[in-house]
């Protein structure tokens, strides 16, 4: 915690007593029955002696988890960024991937553990072509427009490289504007000009010079990947790429999973050429881990061309892609690092447009994923089953007959011809997407029975002996009775029998790798192929690897954007594909899925839908739905052949026609979301489509939200649905408004995880694959003496803390715009106090009731500008209510909604990035971003944080520090982003660690005090760069973890009554009750009595009586006593529990000051009394529930009883990522920077130029230290290295005594030095030889001592971003991007505090992988 002086015990004077409390669970063996080994019966398998702790207490835990390590994946070079993508972690050895991209080489290191080259501890990877294009400037332009020599003209076209970084490098007259960089803001192809938002310098700010020409430059647009392994501890175990071909060309790991069997890591991505407007073959490089370098080998392992070839009839030469390509790839590779397959998301016509992006991956259970598994949850019909034992026959057709039958005497047969809807053609062999005919199916319905239902000849019932496919006609026996009763085109008929033999499999998963994207097609009736089956799923005499494609629409040849859901086997072969897509009108706003998880046999999809930059559409969202059947054949009826093509549904069926039956009934639609037709399979026409928005209506659901949405920019609503392993839509749920009118928000899902608790691989007891069975609960933890499951009903044996099985989080975003706007999630399930016993809370429901405002599920961000963070649990498998009503908490399809929770502060930008949950505990960790509400509440201002030394140089030209307090600074001063501060709890443990010292005394480390602060201090003096954060959610929102209480610290408030008048059986008077809103209290059906109160206590900070100072504003419904709950603990009536709503009637006051007044108040109270309270009477009042989250409202009232602290509802703690080292006012060392860091201007250790000049007075500079201003190193040293290999030992510290603007391209300067302890001079030094120098500024302009904010103003631009979160155990990983870090390296809070990393330039982004522990 840091020296902060003496208290009266010897305690630091701010630091906090902490009780420990044992509550231990079980402590006899855990694991205690076991089967015997003859499978007959149990047999005890317990230890003999007891543990002297329980199993699941083992030590005492804060639960507050510190930081322990970091790791930095370092650029090279500014502007060549890293920026991670995705992580994941082997949950049985604590190792961790990490992938990301990288524009140049990537240097993975860390400071806190040895992770030095000598010790083979630093791994560096560069791409085999660079990200960048290499040009010149052909002519002197203005500052910020450069007109290029070759590239644009042949590479690019209009408004292409938007957002691209630029370099100037040599060529100029002289080497000033080395290094300057920008981003571009337009180009045109024309002129070949680029125009950026301006050229800057992290040394020396703006480039004010103008561009010569000859001038060289790069422009980074393109993108390589890399995939690092690292052990438990940080350590780097091995480091892997992927790159392209081209220079420019992108090649991006968007996501990885990891089979926790095998140990096999998945990645998927995308590659293309990165040029929209133009075609450039590109081929992707895959590469294997040398084993002896522990990197990527030099040779790849593996290519993938654009359109390559395949072996499943779709691409067999070689083929160009057209522009706007872009192709999307799975890979695997082993545990080592060594590259094993891989599969292509691809378009198969030359010149076609396609854009593959944003592809996650999951797995579950890959290892056995290729096992054909039509095994369901017990309780349900088989999935398998011969038909000839089906007790009822099976509806094959229906329809009207198309032409008059046919009736000749003497004849033996008649014939009839069936409906245009009858089947006529089998799907052809394989997927020929030419729309190749398949056989005809002649025979088809023979042997099945022909009946009459309606019209001329019915219930004439006959057998099909014979059917003509070609012309769709049925021969039958006997003949119809008489011409009289011969069917014709008023006539109906149904097609029915037994067949002998079929088999109605559906595919469950055994396993597989789930991935999720999307596919945008600015071209006319393009496909798009996933890659081919597994072999065991082959159509009959079909020599070639069946293919699964899809088509898009778009005839008008505009874009169109699906997104879709792919599950593969560990082979990388494709089962089955379905699509999330846009069914409305011409145009296709379908969103994006933003998140994806695997869980027992389900694949859970988050996603967005409803917004579009430009477009005003009609939207209307629909969710495939249809399995995949695990038939390798078809039956036909009794007396037919085999048939020759599967029907597998790999794909939904997509045609515009309606299509017919093929012996697979009966069946209804494959997860019916309502009552409704029958599924049908087959086709009637000889040519087959896969258009995805033809999609027949029997295999897709309609997200309908009651009301037209259409698609605006300042619009955007979300789903999350639900898929089984046979690829049906098992549920799915929406939010969105309840009218066009109150849909005025944005709500962005931006993570989604799943959590199944499990001790010892056994799922906790509770709802648990089933929807029927009731809930048992065990109390303590443990597991039930059969050993059939574990569970954890937390120590205290609350039943609100049992962690049921199986459930989904989602986290996001969300900004309502105006008042009467809100994001309706529908009824949630808790708190418990709104849920039980009622049946309110339905979307749409009323929120203006306070009965209502706890489980409407209506949420309303804290600010009309700014965005808030949601974190929403729903059930994996929808359970029914336990109370009276028996109805569900969602409706249809709708899942159960558990609860949702919503924090941030107004003025203040959230977003949550990512979210993981604890297996056993159920508490979420939410990582994400927040902006400052001011440019004061900075990491190491003055604000909140008061320590503020100076450096008084002394006779002997040593310096003297002496701590000088600054004034009128708070504590705890920072922004209280999670309402931490409001609820009480500002110094709740978990939270950083205050930089502040107490009042009296002084620090001058930077741990200070150690007691934690919970509000928010950001990375930057900035409102709009964001910093990152992670907080810890409890699963039991109004407790947290032991029952220790949120509200512990809210006043408490007793008192008597006075009876009389106004304690009475009957209400008050006729005015209204909060519970009844603007009705009267008596209209309460569980009736209304009133009370006259008298408040005898008084705690610091509560009301004293309803009408004093801080409340005469507030009475009323508004009243802050209003809502509260009040308990008759002793006296007459004693046990009575009721509501209370103050009255502004009968109240009276003895004096006229409040703070000497006695009060008497008049209360409503609901439900009615039983028995009247007397003077002996005494009651308390209490929150109405514990810490309300009041999602439907803005702000959180501090004086209102239900509201105080609402954002915290559910925090347990939060605390920021990261911390810019040397950026706090601390005491100086000698050469002026804080005692204890490193000053924050130290540049990196340099070459001087290569033909140098340099001698014992003058340092010729590497171009990288070329600045504009001769001044510009007055404060400045150099320290000299004549070490040639790391770590370099410095020779000596020269002063500056001046500098030279460098005199040709080639020199960074000339640096003026002197060494006046060195006779002979400064030592020379050579890049020949391999020396280094290293420059560090160590005074302000006037005073000694580096100022908090240089010239170059540093600490307006740093920024953080985590963007994944992940667990092992109860460690979390975290980790993200960072840049701006340049003069205040990147430190890590109680781990790297005085070194930090350093960013490479002012406006690079870096990645950090951060350790927490508990």
């Given at each position: 915690?840091?020296?902060?002086?003496?208290?009266?015990?010897?305690?630091?004077?701010?630091?906090?007593?902490?009780?420990?409390?044992?509550?231990?669970?079980?402590?006899?063996?855990?694991?205690?029955?076991?089967?015997?080994?003859?499978?007959?019966?149990?047999?005890?398998?317990?230890?003999?002696?007891?543990?002297?702790?329980?199993?699941?207490?083992?030590?005492?835990?804060?639960?507050?988890?510190?930081?322990?390590?970091?790791?930095?994946?370092?650029?090279?070079?500014?502007?060549?960024?890293?920026?991670?993508?995705?992580?994941?972690?082997?949950?049985?050895?604590?190792?961790?991937?990490?992938?990301?991209?990288?524009?140049?080489?990537?240097?993975?290191?860390?400071?806190?553990?040895?992770?030095?080259?000598?010790?083979?501890?630093?791994?560096?990877?560069?791409?085999?072509?660079?990200?960048?294009?290499?040009?010149?400037?052909?002519?002197?332009?203005?500052?910020?427009?450069?007109?290029?020599?070759?590239?644009?003209?042949?590479?690019?076209?209009?408004?292409?490289?938007?957002?691209?970084?630029?370099?100037?490098?040599?060529?100029?007259?002289?080497?000033?504007?080395?290094?300057?960089?920008?981003?571009?803001?337009?180009?045109?192809?024309?002129?070949?000009?680029?125009?950026?938002?301006?050229?800057?310098?992290?040394?020396?700010?703006?480039?004010?010079?103008?561009?010569?020409?000859?001038?060289?430059?790069?422009?980074?647009?393109?993108?390589?990947?890399?995939?690092?392994?690292?052990?438990?501890?940080?350590?780097?175990?091995?480091?892997?790429?992927?790159?392209?071909?081209?220079?420019?060309?992108?090649?991006?790991?968007?996501?990885?999973?990891?089979?926790?069997?095998?140990?096999?890591?998945?990645?998927?991505?995308?590659?293309?050429?990165?040029?929209?407007?133009?075609?450039?073959?590109?081929?992707?490089?895959?590469?294997?881990?040398?084993?002896?370098?522990?990197?990527?080998?030099?040779?790849?392992?593996?290519?993938?061309?654009?359109?390559?070839?395949?072996?499943?009839?779709?691409?067999?030469?070689?083929?160009?892609?057209?522009?706007?390509?872009?192709?999307?790839?799975?890979?695997?590779?082993?545990?080592?690092?060594?590259?094993?397959?891989?599969?292509?998301?691809?378009?198969?016509?030359?010149?076609?447009?396609?854009?593959?992006?944003?592809?996650?991956?999951?797995?579950?259970?890959?290892?056995?994923?290729?096992?054909?598994?039509?095994?369901?949850?017990?309780?349900?019909?088989?999935?398998?089953?011969?038909?000839?034992?089906?007790?009822?026959?099976?509806?094959?057709?229906?329809?009207?007959?198309?032409?008059?039958?046919?009736?000749?005497?003497?004849?033996?047969?008649?014939?009839?011809?069936?409906?245009?809807?009858?089947?006529?053609?089998?799907?052809?062999?394989?997927?020929?997407?030419?729309?190749?005919?398949?056989?005809?199916?002649?025979?088809?319905?023979?042997?099945?029975?022909?009946?009459?239902?309606?019209?001329?000849?019915?219930?004439?019932?006959?057998?099909?002996?014979?059917?003509?496919?070609?012309?769709?006609?049925?021969?039958?026996?006997?003949?119809?009775?008489?011409?009289?009763?011969?069917?014709?085109?008023?006539?109906?008929?149904?097609?029915?029998?037994?067949?002998?033999?079929?088999?109605?499999?559906?595919?469950?998963?055994?396993?597989?790798?789930?991935?999720?994207?999307?596919?945008?097609?600015?071209?006319?009736?393009?496909?798009?192929?996933?890659?081919?089956?597994?072999?065991?799923?082959?159509?009959?005499?079909?020599?070639?690897?069946?293919?699964?494609?899809?088509?898009?629409?778009?005839?008008?040849?505009?874009?169109?954007?699906?997104?879709?859901?792919?599950?593969?086997?560990?082979?990388?072969?494709?089962?089955?594909?379905?699509?999330?897509?846009?069914?409305?009108?011409?145009?296709?706003?379908?969103?994006?899925?933003?998140?994806?998880?695997?869980?027992?046999?389900?694949?859970?999809?988050?996603?967005?839908?409803?917004?579009?930059?430009?477009?005003?559409?009609?939207?209307?969202?629909?969710?495939?739905?249809?399995?995949?059947?695990?038939?390798?054949?078809?039956?036909?009826?009794?007396?037919?052949?085999?048939a020759d093509v599967a029907t597998i549904k790999k794909l939904c069926?997509?045609?515009?026609?309606?299509?017919?039956?093929?012996?697979?009934?009966?069946?209804?639609?494959?997860?019916?979301?309502?009552?409704?037709?029958?599924?049908?399979?087959?086709?009637?026409?000889?040519?087959?489509?896969?258009?995805?928005?033809?999609?027949?209506?029997?295999?897709?659901?309609?997200?309908?939200?009651?009301?037209?949405?259409?698609?605006?920019?300042?619009?955007?609503?979300?789903?999350?649905?639900?898929?089984?392993?046979?690829?049906?839509?098992?549920?799915?749920?929406?939010?969105?408004?309840?009218?066009?009118?109150?849909?005025?928000?944005?709500?962005?899902?931006?993570?989604?995880?799943?959590?199944?608790?499990?001790?010892?691989?056994?799922?906790?007891?509770?709802?648990?694959?089933?929807?029927?069975?009731?809930?048992?609960?065990?109390k303590g933890r443990g597991q039930p003496r059969d050993a059939t499951?574990?569970?954890?009903?937390?120590?205290?044996?609350?039943?609100?803390?049992?962690?049921?099985?199986?459930?989904?989080?989602?986290?996001?975003?969300?900004?309502?715009?105006?008042?009467?706007?809100?994001?309706?999630?529908?009824?949630?399930?808790?708190?418990?106090?709104?849920?039980?016993?009622?049946?309110?809370?339905?979307?749409?429901?009323?929120?203006?009731?306070?009965?209502?405002?706890?489980?409407?599920?209506?949420?309303?961000?804290?600010?009309?500008?700014?965005?808030?963070?949601?974190?929403?649990?729903?059930?994996?498998?929808?359970?029914?209510?336990?109370?009276?009503?028996?109805?569900?908490?969602?409706?249809?399809?709708?899942?159960?909604?558990?609860?949702?929770?919503?924090?941030?502060?107004?003025?203040?930008?959230?977003?949550?990035?990512?979210?993981?949950?604890?297996?056993?505990?159920?508490?979420?960790?939410?990582?994400?971003?927040?902006?400052?509400?001011?440019?004061?509440?900075?990491?190491?201002?003055?604000?909140?944080?008061?320590?503020?030394?100076?450096?008084?140089?002394?006779?002997?030209?040593?310096?003297?520090?002496?701590?000088?307090?600054?004034?009128?600074?708070?504590?705890?001063?920072?922004?209280?982003?999670?309402?931490?501060?409001?609820?009480?709890?500002?110094?709740?443990?978990?939270?950083?660690?205050?930089?502040?010292?107490?009042?009296?005394?002084?620090?001058?480390?930077?741990?200070?005090?150690?007691?934690?602060?919970?509000?928010?201090?950001?990375?930057?003096?900035?409102?709009?760069?964001?910093?990152?954060?992670?907080?810890?959610?409890?699963?039991?929102?109004?407790?947290?973890?032991?029952?220790?209480?949120?509200?512990?610290?809210?006043?408490?408030?007793?008192?008597?009554?006075?009876?009389?008048?106004?304690?009475?059986?009957?209400?008050?008077?006729?005015?209204?009750?909060?519970?009844?809103?603007?009705?009267?209290?008596?209209?309460?059906?569980?009736?209304?009595?009133?009370?006259?109160?008298?408040?005898?206590?008084?705690?610091?900070?509560?009301?004293?009586?309803?009408?004093?100072?801080?409340?005469?504003?507030?009475?009323?419904?508004?009243?802050?006593?209003?809502?509260?709950?009040?308990?008759?603990?002793?006296?007459?009536?004693?046990?009575?529990?009721?509501?209370?709503?103050?009255?502004?009637?009968?109240?009276?006051?003895?004096?006229?000051?409040?703070?000497?007044?006695?009060?008497?108040?008049?209360?409503?109270?609901?439900?009615?009394?039983?028995?009247?309270?007397?003077?002996?009477?005494?009651?308390?009042?209490?929150?109405?529930?514990?810490?309300?989250?009041?999602?439907?409202?803005?702000?959180?009232?501090?004086?209102?009883?239900?509201?105080?602290?609402?954002?915290?509802?559910?925090?347990?703690?939060?605390?920021?990522?990261?911390?810019?080292?040397?950026?706090?006012?601390?005491?100086?060392?000698?050469?002026?920077?804080?005692?204890?860091?490193?000053?924050?201007?130290?540049?990196?250790?340099?070459?001087?130029?290569?033909?140098?000049?340099?001698?014992?007075?003058?340092?010729?500079?590497?171009?990288?230290?070329?600045?504009?201003?001769?001044?510009?190193?007055?404060?400045?040293?150099?320290?000299?290295?004549?070490?040639?290999?790391?770590?370099?030992?410095?020779?000596?510290?020269?002063?500056?005594?001046?500098?030279?603007?460098?005199?040709?391209?080639?020199?960074?300067?000339?640096?003026?030095?002197?060494?006046?302890?060195?006779?002979?001079?400064c030592p020379v030094l050579t890049q020949a030889s391999g020396h280094?120098?290293?420059?560090?500024?160590?005074?302000?302009?006037?005073?000694?001592?580096?100022?908090?904010?240089?010239?170059?103003?540093?600490?307006?631009?740093?920024?953080?971003?985590?963007?994944?979160?992940?667990?092992?155990?109860?460690?979390?990983?975290?980790?993200?991007?960072?840049?701006?870090?340049?003069?205040?390296?990147?430190?890590?809070?109680?781990?790297?505090?005085?070194?930090?990393?350093?960013?490479?330039?002012?406006?690079?982004?870096?990645?950090?992988?951060?350790?927490?522990?508990?």
């Open positions: 915690p840091g020296d902060s002086g003496q208290g009266s015990a010897g305690q630091g004077a701010d630091d906090v007593a902490v009780t420990v409390e044992a509550s231990p669970g079980p402590k006899e063996s855990p694991f205690n029955q076991r089967m015997k080994g003859d499978m007959t019966g149990w047999l005890s398998m317990s230890s003999s002696s007891e543990s002297c702790i329980s199993e699941q207490n083992r030590g005492f835990q804060y639960g507050a988890h510190d930081f322990v390590w970091g790791v930095h994946f370092k650029s090279d070079e500014q502007p060549a960024e890293v920026m991670v993508t995705d992580m994941t972690i082997d949950r049985n050895t604590g190792e961790s991937y990490i992938v990301g991209t990288m524009q140049g080489k990537v240097t993975v290191q860390g400071k806190h553990v040895a992770m030095n080259g000598a010790l083979d501890g630093r791994l560096s990877v560069t791409p085999s072509m660079n990200s960048y294009l290499a040009d010149t400037v052909s002519s002197n332009a203005a500052t910020t427009t450069l007109v290029l020599d070759t590239g644009g003209a042949d590479i690019f076209t209009d408004g292409d490289l938007v957002g691209a970084r630029v370099k100037l490098l040599a060529g100029t007259a002289d080497a000033r504007l080395y290094g300057c960089t920008g981003t571009v803001s337009s180009y045109v192809n024309q002129t070949r000009t680029l125009t950026v938002d301006s050229l800057t310098r992290t040394k020396d700010a703006t480039c004010s010079l103008n561009t010569a020409a000859g001038t060289a430059i790069r422009i980074y647009f393109g993108m390589s990947s890399f995939i690092a392994k690292l052990g438990k501890d940080g350590r780097t175990i091995w480091l892997n790429k992927l790159d392209t071909t081209i220079a420019g060309g992108s090649a991006v790991i968007t996501s990885i999973a990891m089979d926790p069997g095998s140990a096999k890591i998945y990645v998927a991505g995308y590659y293309g050429d990165s040029r929209p407007g133009v075609t450039v073959d590109t081929t992707l490089n895959i590469y294997s881990v040398d084993t002896t370098t522990r990197v990527s080998s030099s040779t790849t392992a593996a290519t993938i061309n654009l359109i390559p070839t395949d072996d499943y009839g779709q691409v067999s030469g070689a083929t160009t892609e057209g522009n706007n390509y872009q192709e999307g790839f799975l890979i695997s590779y082993s545990s080592l690092g060594a590259y094993e397959a891989h599969e292509s998301i691809k378009g198969k016509a030359a010149s076609q447009q396609l854009m593959i992006s944003n592809l996650k991956v999951k797995t579950y259970h890959p290892t056995t994923s290729n096992i054909i598994n039509t095994q369901i949850l017990s309780g349900r019909v088989p999935a398998t089953g011969p038909t000839h034992v089906t007790r009822s026959d099976v509806d094959y057709d229906r329809g009207m007959i198309a032409a008059a039958g046919t009736h000749v005497a003497g004849r033996s047969y008649s014939s009839v011809t069936l409906a245009t809807s009858a089947a006529q053609y089998f799907p052809a062999k394989g997927q020929t997407l030419s729309g190749t005919a398949g056989s005809a199916m002649d025979n088809w319905y023979n042997g099945l029975k022909l009946t009459i239902t309606c019209g001329k000849g019915m219930g004439q019932v006959r057998t099909i002996q014979d059917y003509d496919a070609a012309t769709r006609t049925a021969y039958i026996q006997p003949q119809f009775e008489s011409s009289d009763m011969t069917p014709d085109t008023t006539s109906c008929y149904m097609i029915s029998g037994k067949p002998t033999s079929f088999v109605k499999g559906v595919h469950y998963a055994s396993g597989g790798i789930y991935v999720a994207g999307t596919a945008t097609s600015n071209t006319e009736d393009s496909f798009m192929c996933f890659g081919k089956m597994p072999d065991s799923y082959k159509d009959k005499a079909d020599p070639n690897n069946v293919p699964v494609c899809a088509q898009f629409g778009n005839a008008t040849g505009g874009e169109e954007t699906v997104n879709f859901v792919s599950q593969y086997d560990k082979d990388l072969r494709v089962y089955w594909t379905r699509f999330i897509y846009d069914k409305a009108g011409s145009t296709s706003e379908s969103g994006e899925i933003k998140g994806i998880a695997a869980v027992d046999d389900l694949v859970i999809v988050s996603g967005t839908f409803g917004y579009h930059a430009s477009r005003t559409d009609e939207v209307e969202i629909a969710i495939q739905n249809c399995t995949f059947d695990t038939d390798t054949v078809v039956q036909g009826p009794p007396v037919n052949d085999r069926r997509t045609q515009v026609v309606n299509l017919v039956d093929i012996g697979l009934l009966p069946m209804q639609k494959a997860n019916p979301q309502t009552s409704g037709d029958k599924a049908q399979t087959g086709q009637v026409t000889a040519t087959q489509g896969y258009v995805i928005r033809n999609t027949v209506p029997a295999d897709y659901i309609n997200v309908s939200t009651g009301y037209t949405v259409t698609s605006s920019s300042n619009k955007q609503y979300m789903y999350v649905a639900a898929f089984d392993g046979s690829g049906a839509c098992r549920w799915f749920h929406y939010v969105a408004g309840t009218s066009a009118t109150n849909g005025n928000f944005m709500i962005t899902p931006t993570a989604l995880t799943h959590v199944t608790p499990a001790i010892g691989d056994k799922p906790l007891t509770g709802y648990w694959k089933t929807l029927w069975e009731t809930e048992r609960l065990y499951s574990a569970k954890d009903v937390s120590s205290e044996k609350f039943d609100t803390a049992v962690i049921k099985a199986g459930y989904i989080y989602v986290a996001g975003s969300v900004k309502t715009t105006d008042d009467s706007s809100y994001a309706d999630f529908g009824v949630t399930k808790y708190p418990l106090e709104c849920s039980m016993g009622k049946t309110i809370g339905a979307k749409g429901a009323d929120v203006d009731k306070l009965k209502d405002a706890q489980c409407a599920g209506k949420v309303v961000s804290s600010d009309a500008t700014y965005t808030d963070v949601f974190l929403a649990k729903y059930a994996t498998l929808g359970a029914p209510r336990t109370d009276m009503t028996m109805t569900t908490y969602g409706s249809g399809r709708q899942p159960e909604v558990q609860y949702i929770r919503r924090t941030g502060m107004s003025g203040t930008a959230e977003v949550a990035t990512g979210l993981v949950v604890h297996d056993l505990t159920a508490a979420v960790y939410v990582a994400g971003t927040y902006t400052a509400s001011a440019t004061t509440k900075y990491q190491g201002s003055d604000d909140g944080e008061k320590t503020k030394f100076s450096a008084t140089e002394a006779n002997d030209g040593s310096y003297t520090v002496t701590p000088s307090l600054a004034t009128g600074v708070n504590k705890n001063n920072g922004d209280d982003i999670f309402g931490l501060s409001a609820a009480g709890r500002v110094n709740a443990l978990g939270c950083p660690r205050q930089r502040a010292g107490p009042a009296s005394t002084h620090e001058e480390k930077l741990g200070l005090t150690g007691v934690p602060d919970c509000t928010m201090y950001s990375h930057a003096s900035s409102t709009t760069t964001t910093t990152g954060f992670v907080a810890k959610f409890s699963d039991n929102g109004d407790e947290t973890e032991r029952g220790n209480k949120n509200r512990k610290t809210y006043p408490s408030i007793t008192g008597t009554f006075v009876t009389g008048t106004n304690t009475k059986f009957a209400p008050c008077s006729t005015e209204s009750h909060t519970l009844t809103g603007t009705s009267a209290c008596s209209t309460s059906a569980k009736g209304c009595s009133c009370l006259q109160l008298v408040a005898t206590s008084k705690t610091s900070g509560a009301l004293n009586y309803p009408g004093d100072t801080t409340a005469t504003a507030n009475q009323g419904v508004n009243n802050a006593w209003s809502g509260m709950r009040i308990k008759i603990v002793s006296g007459r009536a004693a046990g009575y529990e009721g509501i209370v709503s103050y009255s502004t009637t009968s109240s009276t006051t003895s004096a006229a000051t409040p703070e000497t007044a006695t009060r008497v108040d008049s209360f409503y109270t609901i439900p009615a009394l039983s028995t009247l309270p007397d003077e002996s009477s005494t009651f308390q009042l209490f929150p109405w529930a514990e810490l309300n989250p009041k999602l439907h409202k803005r702000t959180c009232d501090n004086t209102d009883a239900l509201d105080h602290g609402c954002a915290a509802y559910g925090i347990q703690w939060a605390k920021t990522v990261g911390w810019p080292v040397g950026q706090t006012l601390l005491t100086r060392n000698p050469y002026g920077g804080p005692s204890d860091v490193k000053n924050g201007d130290t540049g990196p250790w340099q070459t001087p130029k290569a033909a140098s000049t340099s001698t014992a007075v003058a340092l010729d500079l590497n171009l990288a230290d070329a600045v504009t201003s001769t001044n510009f190193y007055n404060d400045y040293i150099v320290y000299l290295s004549q070490s040639s290999v790391q770590p370099y030992v410095v020779t000596a510290v020269a002063q500056v005594t001046g500098y030279t603007v460098p005199p040709d391209t080639t020199s960074g300067g000339i640096l003026a030095i002197s060494c006046p302890a060195i006779a002979a001079g280094r120098y290293k420059l560090e500024k160590i005074k302000g302009t006037s005073t000694k001592g580096l100022p908090e904010n240089p010239s170059v103003n540093s600490k307006v631009r740093q920024t953080s971003t985590p963007q994944v979160i992940v667990m092992q155990d109860s460690d979390v990983y975290i980790s993200g991007t960072f840049k701006g870090f340049d003069q205040h390296p990147f430190g890590i809070e109680g781990v790297d505090e005085t070194v930090g990393y350093k960013s490479v330039g002012d406006d690079t982004y870096e990645t950090y992988l951060v350790k927490l522990q508990d």
